[in-house]
Each structure stands twice: as structure tokens, then as C-alpha cells.
């Protein structure tokens, strides 16, 4: 194999590892000898697998580039109105806003166009900046530390056998690995499970969120911030909607489900094609044209699930560690903070020329004394509460608030797939599109312009086929077709009975890896691939 030897490599091109990147050139601007800082990202162009929201809180931002605002950042919205509204299913009622939702002096923004931003100040601070590398395993050194990463091998047909253009996998050596991966990181994975990282915590429990982003017909005010509860989800799913207004009449939709709901039917694209067809919101689309699709997963375990962020040779950073603030539906700011704290961390590592784990937990004391854990023990019984319905989540969101973030409704959740129940309990709601307004999955799919080749071996893999067309069939009735947002999955039944896996389609959210009932889906990164994201 190739061997790229750096000092530093960071694993994600996000927000979180572009910052540390970042903030790491800063402090070696004056050292003699400069650390090499390396960052490799799974997406063909840095910013292309970025999605959120997103409002977004800029401190973390200042703290790492005080002077942003002249440097063309793409923060063009201001929060200009915030509305909550609670849906039933024809009409809508007005909240008052809680304080933890306060979006003043936040920003209503594209998070693949931030990251593409950050990428390109990265790459004038001189980093290397390498794309359409997915990093696939990692590198141990003698003594079981991290030294290192192998990317995923290239040029490999959907036989398995070598294409002409077969390229072993590339390792890279480093003195340190920064793991920002995003949700469900395959090599955090990886190394939570090798060095027992989550031992005692809260396994990590997700929500996944959909989202369009149209241009509307009618002129709109941008900056208008409006989140709802309640329609189209039911008292007993964790979740909610948003929609936000941009410059030029643009606006997005987008909604978030909770991945503990019971109903194996249960299908997020679709209901958010039922939000846009609320009288209360229709209005937005009428005559308006969809420009982008998209889907993601978040962590919402909070502070109870995150794992110990650092061993030898690596740390953690955003949300492959969990750090999101679900009570204030945001993680950027934190990712960014999190990138600046490791990259602290490792300034002093190469100081003393150290980099195992009696330096690197150092970067966890860092992270405990800021802003992110105060903000994540503030928020550590609200995604408890609402295992109760709304209104009692709201309650207990706003008493623990007040509280300072003690509540007596916060214990351990159980993994989110354990609560898919029996499709007997549940009746198939059959499904409608107008195309006007409301798509099917495989037109939004258009719309993320996701695209794998298709001559290579799929990157989701059912380790246990028989369990599909037996007892999952039975049980739940394949909920995979249901909860996959971009029809991946399709039972088929010919000759022989099977689940065909369109993975060209697939969006990277990893929903199937966390939701499926019988964890026989194994997401693992592509040679190459995913969606294209330009203003998500
Ligand atoms: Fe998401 Fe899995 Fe569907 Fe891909 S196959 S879009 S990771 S649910």
C-alpha cells in the first residue's frame, strides 16, 4: 500500500475538523518547524455531504476567525422573526417562544456552503485538503494506539474482483488522527467499540431529519425562523419540523423524527410530503419550485451518551462524539468549539512531543470547562421528557431550564430500534403525490444528486439476507423500505424473494444502520460517491 506520512490528519472535512484544521495553522504560524496538518474527506468536494437546519449561532465562528465578517462568509440572513406553532392537522397554534430557542443575532444558513467556505480559507492557510477519500480502517502502532488510518480501496467491481483502475487503500501515518466524521463515523465507530469508549454511557440514540429547499413564487422575508410541533407526527413521536427563509426567496422545510417510534410504517420523506400539504403551510409552495433534497441523522443521546473523547494518538470532535444541543437544536457552534479545543490539545502534544492519552485527555478537560458542557448538561433530561408526549417534554424542557438542567426526569434511554413494535398493531397508509408540491422518493433523490457507481460493490451490507424475507417480513414488513429517505431498499419478489439495495441512491444519513430491528445493515463507507449537496 501507498504510505502518506503527516502529523496531523484529520478524518472529515465538516465544520468540526475544517475549524481544527484551521485554528491549528494559526498556532504554528510562529513555531519554526510547522506541523504538516492533512485533512481527507469521503465527499468529492468538501462541503457536498454537509446538511443541517440550520440556524446557526456564530460564536464559535468569531472565537476562531474574529475578522469573518470581512472575509465573505456565507451568513447573508440574519434571524429576523421566530414563530413556534404547535400543528394539529388543519389548523395551527401559536407558542410562546422559549428561552432556549431564542435565536437572536443567529444566522439562518447553508451548512454545505459554510463548510465549502471554511475549506477554502483551509486551503490558503496552506493545508492539505484531500477529497474523495473515505477513510475505512484504522492503524494501530505497536502498543494498540492509533498511528494512523487506511483509506477505502478503490477500483473494485460488484464481483469483488479488481477493475482495471484497482487502487489499493492509501495508509496514512500521523502522530495524531482527529476523528470528525459526522454522525455514525465508521472509523469512530470503530475505535469507541476497539477501546471501550462508551463504557457506562447511555447507548447513542438518533433522530433523523429531512430536508427540501425550494424557491418560492412569492416574494418572502428573509430570516423568518418557524418551528412546530405536533402534525404530521403522532403524541408518541419525539420530533419536529422547521421551515426558514432565505435571500432571494428561497426557503427550506425541513422535519426531524426521533429514531424510537413503534410504527414500522413509519416513513419520514413521506411525512414531510404531508407537512407541505397543511393548509397552514401550503401556501409556501404553491407555484414555488424544488431545488435541493437531503437527509441526515443526529446524535441525540446529549450528555449522557457521549463517549470518552480521546485514547492514544486520537481524539473526537462534533457529532461523531455527540455534542448537539437537541434543547436548542444545534450543533454546529459546538462542533467548531470542539475543533478548537483539540486543536489545542495537539499544540501542546507537539510541545512536549507526546501524543498518547496522558496529553490527549486533556482536550476532554477542555471540552468539560466550556461552553459545551454547560450547554449539554443544561439539555440532559429534554430529550427524556419528551418520552412522555409534547406536552409534558415542554414542561419538563422549561422547569429543568429554570432549574439549571436538574430535572428528575433524566435515566438512561434504550437504543432506539428496540421500540419497533409488531406491524399488526398498525395499519399501511397508502401513499399520494401530486408532483407539484408533494414527490416521491426517487424525485427528491434526483434532487440530492446522489450518485455511486453503480459497477462496485454496495456499501450497505445485510449481513443476515434470510432474516428480511423471514421473520422481518413477518414481524415488522420490511420497515427498511419505509425508513430509508432516498428508496434504497425494495422488496422484491420474482423467482425468489429478496431486498434489492438501490445503494446508488443513498444519501449517507445511516438511518438503516441505526433503525433496523434486527441491526443486520451494516452502513460501511464507498470507494467514492454519496450526494451533492450545494445549499443544504
Ligand atoms: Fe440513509 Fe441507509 Fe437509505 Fe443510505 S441506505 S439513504 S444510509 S437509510
Redesign the pocket.
Known amino acids: 500500500n501507498e504510505v502518506i506520512e503527516t502529523d496531523i490528519l484529520i478524518v472529515g472535512g465538516g465544520p468540526a475538523g475544517l475549524s481544527c484544521a484551521i485554528k491549528l495553522s494559526q498556532i504554528f504560524k510562529t513555531w519554526e518547524k510547522k506541523p504538516e496538518i492533512t485533512v481527507i474527506e469521503k465527499a468529492r468536494e468538501f462541503g457536498s455531504h454537509q446538511l443541517s437546519g440550520a440556524v446557526f449561532d456564530p460564536v464559535s465562528l468569531n472565537e476562531l476567525l474574529p475578522n469573518y465578517k470581512n472575509l465573505n462568509p456565507p451568513l447573508e440572513t440574519l434571524v429576523a422573526e421566530e414563530k413556534v406553532y404547535y400543528l394539529t392537522e388543519n389548523d395551527k397554534f401559536q407558542l410562546p417562544i422559549p428561552p432556549f430557542l431564542s435565536n437572536h443575532d443567529n444566522y439562518v444558513i447553508s451548512l454545505s456552503r459554510l463548510t465549502r467556505w471554511l475549506a477554502e480559507i483551509a486551503e490558503k492557510e496552506g493545508i492539505m485538503l484531500i477529497p474523495d477519500t473515505p477513510g475505512d480502517d484504522l492503524l494501530l502502532d505497536d502498543k494498540g494506539g492509533v498511528c494512523g488510518i487506511v483509506t477505502k480501496e478503490k477500483g473494485i467491481d460488484k464481483n469483488g474482483q479488481r477493475r482495471s483502475n484497482y487502487q489499493e487503500g492509501i495508509h496514512f501515518k500521523a502522530k495524531v488522527v482527529i476523528l470528525s466524521e459526522g454522525t455514525l463515523g465508521s472509523l469512530t465507530r470503530k475505535a469507541i467499540k476497539k477501546y471501550n469508549l462508551d463504557a457506562f454511557r447511555q447507548p447513542q440514540i438518533f433522530a433523523t431529519g429531512v430536508k427540501e429547499l425550494w424557491k418560492s413564487a412569492k416574494p418572502l422575508k428573509p430570516g423568518q425562523v418557524i418551528h412546530t410541533l405536533g402534525y404530521p407526527l403522532s403524541s408518541s413521536e419525539f420530533g419536529g419540523a422547521f421551515l426558514y427563509t432565505y435571500q432571494d426567496n428561497k426557503f427550506c422545510i425541513g422535519l426531524v423524527i426521533g429514531l424510537d417510534y413503534s410504527n414500522p410504517y413509519t416513513d419520514i420523506h413521506y411525512q414531510l410530503q404531508n407537512l407541505k400539504r397543511h393548509p397552514k403551510m401550503a401556501g409556501f409552495f404553491e407555484g414555488g419550485e424544488l431545488l435541493e433534497y437531503g437527509?441526515k441523522t443526529i446524535p441525540e443521546g446529549g450528555l449522557l451518551s457521549v463517549p470518552k473523547l480521546y485514547g492514544d494518538g486520537f481524539l473526537i470532535l462534533g457529532d461523531s462524539g455527540g455534542l448537539v444541543n437537541l434543547m436548542k437544536l444545534k450543533g454546529i457552534h459546538l462542533a467548531i468549539k470542539s475543533g478548537l479545543l483539540a486543536a489545542e490539545t495537539v499544540a501542546e502534544a507537539f510541545n512536549v512531543g507526546d501524543f498518547s492519552s496522558e496529553i490527549l485527555k486533556h482536550y476532554e478537560v477542555l471540552v468539560k470547562n466550556s461552553f459545551i458542557w454547560k450547554e449539554l448538561k443544561l439539555s440532559r433530561s429534554f430529550r427524556c421528557g419528551f418520552t412522555f408526549g409534547p406536552a409534558i417534554g415542554l414542561l419538563n424542557a422549561g422547569l429543568s431550564y429554570m432549574l439549571g438542567g436538574f430535572s428528575p426526569i433524566t435515566f438512561q434511554l434504550e437504543a432506539g430500534y428496540t421500540h419497533m413494535k409488531n406491524k399488526r398493531n398498525f395499519t399501511v397508509v397508502e401513499r399520494y403525490f401530486d408532483e407539484k408540491i408533494t414527490f416521491n422518493k426517487l424525485t427528491d433523490v434526483y434532487y440530492s444528486q446522489a450518485i455511486h457507481e453503480e459497477n462496485s460493490p454496495s456499501h450497505?451490507v445485510i449481513k443476515d439476507p434470510s432474516t428480511c424475507i423471514t421473520k422481518c417480513k413477518e414481524e415488522y414488513g420490511n420497515p427498511c423500505e419505509n425508513?430509508?429517505?432516498?428508496n434504497?431498499?425494495e422488496y422484491i419478489k420474482d423467482k425468489s424473494e429478496y431486498i434489492h439495495i438501490n445503494f446508488s441512491?443513498?444519501?449517507?444519513?445511516?438511518?438503516?444502520?441505526i433503525m433496523d430491528p434486527y441491526q443486520v445493515i451494516e452502513?460501511v463507507v464507498p470507494e467514492s460517491g454519496g450526494p451533492s449537496y450545494k445549499n443544504l
Do not use: S
Open positions: 437527509a450497505l425508513f430509508c429517505p432516498a434504497v431498499y441512491n443513498c444519501v449517507h444519513c445511516k438511518t438503516c444502520d452502513w
